[in-house]
């Protein structure tokens, strides 16, 4: 289990590494924070997890940067000011109840199942509405525009795990090491989904060489 998540560790780095690449897009600029933050995170998991120390509170705090992140990258790509500014105010909306949820409902030493799914269900929302209203370049193949990968990547990452994870918590109790490798082999699988995609949206984009750090 552990060589699985090992390989969607590198493929996340190596996503990031591309990222850099290209950071005279905007979208790719907040990607490649998200990027930065995922792996910030999954180090924290690592060195928490050799000392037996509880790290979900980790993930409970990332889940808030994720959504914001992912949403503000979804909506540069929108035009309709109505929906720009909806999916502005839920970012105030999630960071609220997220933070509720960890301080009066779900406690940091457990999974943030509940946030993690109202995530995940919003996310998908904007996922929709991103590619019913994505700018049709009738000379160029959607399969070129960077922002479709983007959004097909998230879509579908969140759509294969908000089922699981939304239970997560409760197969912990009476099935810890079934859940464990459930979770391991479903998030990975996922996750090599995500970050493939997000390489090949990112390297739909035109490189330039005074975009180097």
Avoid at 20 to 43: A, G, N, P, R, W
Avoid at 66 to 84: M, P, Q
């Amino acid at each position: 289990m552990f060589k699985l998540v090992y390989v969607y560790y590198l493929l996340m780095f190596f996503c990031f590494i591309t990222s850099l690449f290209y950071l005279h897009d905007k979208k790719v600029q907040i990607l490649s924070m998200l990027l930065f933050f995922s792996i910030v995170t999954e180090i924290g998991v690592e060195v928490m997890g050799v000392y037996s120390i509880n790290y979900f509170v980790l993930y409970h705090f990332f889940t808030i940067a994720e959504y914001a992140l992912i949403t503000l990258l979804l909506r540069d790509g929108i035009n309709v000011v109505f929906i720009r500014k909806i999916m502005g105010y839920s970012i105030i909306f999630f960071t609220g109840v997220s933070l509720f949820i960890s301080l009066f409902v779900q406690e940091f030493e457990q999974f943030p199942t509940i946030s993690n799914s109202i995530e995940g269900l919003l996310v998908i929302t904007w996922c929709m509405l991103a590619l019913w209203l994505i700018d049709a370049d009738y000379e160029t193949s959607i399969f070129q525009q960077p922002v479709f990968w983007f959004i097909i990547s998230f879509l579908i990452y969140f759509a294969g795990t908000i089922s699981f994870n939304a239970i997560y918590n409760y197969l912990l109790k009476d099935k810890t090491e079934t859940a464990r490798k459930l979770f391991s082999i479903i998030n990975s699988v996922c996750n090599y989904l995500l970050y493939s995609l997000l390489i090949i949206g990112i390297s739909r984009n035109k490189w330039k060489k005074s975009s180097l750090p």
